[in-house]
């Protein structure tokens, strides 16, 4: 009875073995690091993921908070399957939507919090209900908040102020903070003049201490006729030499506060804005100047080009303009004072196909764009404009000024990418997996999309077809791999733009050989076919060692000689170590001293089960049965030894192949040296010789006792 029941805890515990080693998928969730610090009354979203989950693909998330005064108390916040799920501390603010879960994916939520109070400081935890078969992983992850006081401060004198076109103009504003946590401020100047809804940045100092102009400005900003200095430990000076009647209205400066978030990234946690100064400008004259501006002149085909026809001038909202663009001495575009585009030709298709734009940005700027540049658009570029002026007789007037040439070159494209192979070992044994990555490097920024092709080169120098992934990301298995595709033990993916990678699961000694991966760039054409611009491969060996040519055994005994009823250990040893994918099975043989034919006494099945021969019966209750934990050392130990137990024992073993559709291949079998054991009467003289004893040291083996 006792024996049956140990058998069957042994079975058990192998069962819970296997599942254990079988079983992959783990659930992990993750949150936004911290911790995060921010300002009383600001808007905080947190983030939160999960992977590696079964079930339903839309998970639901449940927010709660552990506060600074109480660290043991969970406080519930919200959750996306109960709308009651808040406390009453948070209940009405849910209700409210002051905060609310913002759902980005089926596995993914944002956490906001539009209006932050000094109570909502604390530690913050997401967790996701079970929708697995059985709990393994991680369910919740944990982040810190806290909430500090909002100490920015931005003031300006708040004047209207009169001036004259061509005047100078100094405004101050005062910015200071007195946050304990290490902070950058940026501070800017804006213009918002009437009519407008939003204001136009003239010049502002960023967090990181660099002046950015604001569109409009960057003119006169490079002639120096805008300026921004810092003029004390608070003081922040705005001057303009020569003030333009598009100067007019009301000029402020906006203060924000930065602190950065444990990820590097940097967050504005308050904007402060200071009282506005009303300026006034009187115009005195009525010329107007244009001038082309343009990034650069040089362009390689495909690449996107902007030409802006700016127009210097007093008063232009009242004025009436008339833009055109001639290239190479033929208009191509013209637009009138109702802003309506007119193209010709060629352009008037691009237009049409979404290639070109030709637009107003403003009322000084008119912005001939090309989404995607041909080489015929190499040549020379002119911005001509009218203007139409009421004399005081009734007659219109046309004045005409034309800018200078822009001549504007396109070569022809070409691919300047370079590719790497890496793999995360040269050498691995039989059954294990080995990943590949490619990666894609371009001197400048990749201008067409990339396709891949993975093929083997085998010791034959036979190439074999892999896998590929087509420029629109379509993954095509060649007939070769396709089954072994179907069951995931040859997988590819593109991780990001220039990174692909390659893995091979549960490997076989065909799969030894040279690894190679091709990269084509393509670009769409003029008619939004595909092109190739060029090709780049590299490869990377790998050895595959097969388990056949590195498995042995030994079997070996401290005591060949013992005495009526003592005890005797015999050891198997096994190599290389377990693996999953290529097990062995192991049994212990028994030959007895008048006995012609061996006997099998107890196997070590493949799957790690135990199976008792006919002899076991004969040993009684005296046998017991050890395996190591990595199953590479079996020991059979038998205790009160009688003349049965005298004769010769060796151990077999037969190794196994786990093929990809899950079913099995014996590769080869083993067999061990003979230990011979005698058994002596008591008062006989007998000779102690130590064996060579393959101990099972920071193992804990497994054992079975009969």
């Not at 991680?138 to 061509?166: F, H, R």
């Not at 506060?257 to 506005?276: C, G, H, L």
């Not at 237009?351 to 700027?365: N, Q």
Request: aromatic share 10%; with cysteine; charged share 20%.
């Amino acid at each position: 009875m006792g024996s049956n029941m140990t058998m069957e805890c042994a079975v058990v515990f192998l069962a819970l073995l296997l599942f254990a080693g079988t079983s992959s998928a783990k659930r992990v969730v993750t949150v936004q690091t911290g911790t995060l610090y921010r300002t009383v009354d600001s808007h905080i979203t947190i983030w939160c993921n999960v992977s590696g989950y079964q079930g339903t693909m839309e998970q639901d998330f449940q927010w709660s908070i552990y506060l600074t005064s109480a660290p043991e108390r969970e406080i519930q916040i919200i959750s996306t399957k109960d709308p009651n799920y808040a406390y009453a501390l948070y209940g009405e603010r849910v209700r409210s939507k002051e905060i609310y879960i913002e759902r980005v994916s089926g596995d993914s939520v944002l956490l906001h919090i539009t209006k932050l109070q000094q109570q909502d400081q604390g530690e913050y935890e997401c967790y996701t209900p079970n929708t697995d078969a059985h709990y393994l992983g991680v369910y919740s992850a944990k982040m810190n908040l806290t909430v500090i006081p909002d100490t920015l401060s931005a003031s300006s004198a708040g004047q209207t102020l009169s001036k004259v076109e061509g005047d100078p103009l100094s405004l101050t504003c005062e910015v200071s903070k007195q946050t304990s946590q290490h902070s950058h401020l940026s501070v800017g100047w804006f213009l918002h003049t009437a009519g407008q809804t939003a204001a136009q940045e003239i010049i502002t100092l960023s967090r990181d201490f660099v002046l950015h102009p604001g569109g409009t400005y960057r003119q006169r900003y490079s002639s120096g006729d805008v300026r921004l200095d810092k003029t004390g430990s608070t003081s922040y000076k705005l001057t303009v030499y020569m003030l333009q009647p598009s100067d007019q209205g009301e000029i402020y400066c906006e203060a924000t506060e930065w602190i950065q978030d444990p990820d590097r990234s940097w967050f504005a946690m308050t904007k402060k804005q200071a009282d506005k100064n009303v300026v006034n400008i009187q115009a005195t004259d009525k010329e107007f100047n244009i001038q082309i501006n343009t990034e650069r002149r040089a362009y390689t085909a495909g690449e996107p080009a902007e030409l802006r026809c700016i127009i210097d001038a007093q008063s232009i909202p009242e004025r009436y303009f008339s833009v055109s663009w001639v290239f190479s001495s033929t208009q191509v575009a013209v637009m009138g004072p109702n802003a309506v585009p007119v193209l010709n030709g060629d352009y008037a298709l691009r237009e049409g196909a979404g290639k070109l734009t030709f637009r107003k940005e403003s009322d000084a700027i008119y912005l001939l764009k090309i989404h995607q540049l041909r080489q015929e658009d190499t040549g020379k570029y002119i911005c001509r404009v009218t203007e139409r002026e009421k004399t005081a007789t009734g007659d219109f007037i046309d004045k005409n000024k034309r800018s200078r040439n822009v001549q504007i070159s396109v070569q022809p494209l070409k691919s300047n990418i370079t590719v790497s192979v890496t793999s995360n070992s040269s050498n691995v044994p039989e059954g294990s997996a080995v990943h590949f990555t490619c990666t894609v490097n371009s001197i400048t920024e990749n201008q067409g999309r990339l396709s891949v092709s993975w093929k083997l080169t085998d010791k034959q120098s036979q190439a074999w077809e892999i896998v590929s992934v087509d420029q629109e990301g379509m993954v095509v298995p060649s007939p070769s791999y396709r089954e072994r595709s179907s069951y995931g033990e040859v997988r590819v993916e593109r991780v990001r733009s220039g990174t692909f990678t390659l893995s091979v699961y549960n490997t076989l000694p065909k799969d030894q050989g040279l690894y190679t991966c091709t990269v084509t760039e393509w670009v769409k054409g003029p008619r939004d076919e595909w092109e190739t611009i060029g090709e780049k491969s590299a490869g990377t060996p790998v050895t595959v060692t097969a388990v056949e040519s590195i498995f042995f055994m030994a079997a070996s005994s401290r005591t060949p000689s013992v005495t009526y009823n003592e005890s005797f250990d015999l050891q198997c040893i096994v190599k290389p170590r377990y693996n999953p994918r290529v097990p062995a099975s192991v049994t212990w043989r028994f030959k007895p001293v008048n006995g012609t034919e061996f006997q099998d006494l107890v196997t070590f099945t493949r799957d790690g089960s135990l199976q008792w021969g006919d002899r076991y019966s004969s040993f009684g209750i005296r046998t017991t049965i050890d395996k190591s934990a990595s199953n590479s050392n079996f020991r059979l130990s038998i205790s009160r030894a009688s003349e049965q137990e005298a004769g010769t024992y060796q151990c077999t073993a037969e190794l196994w192949r786990k093929n990809y559709d899950n079913t099995w291949t014996k590769i080869t079998n083993r067999s061990s040296n003979l230990l011979g054991i005698k058994v002596l009467q008591p008062g006989k003289s007998r000779t102690h010789r130590r064996g060579g004893s393959r101990g099972t040291r920071g193992n804990k083996p497994q054992r079975h006792s009969t």
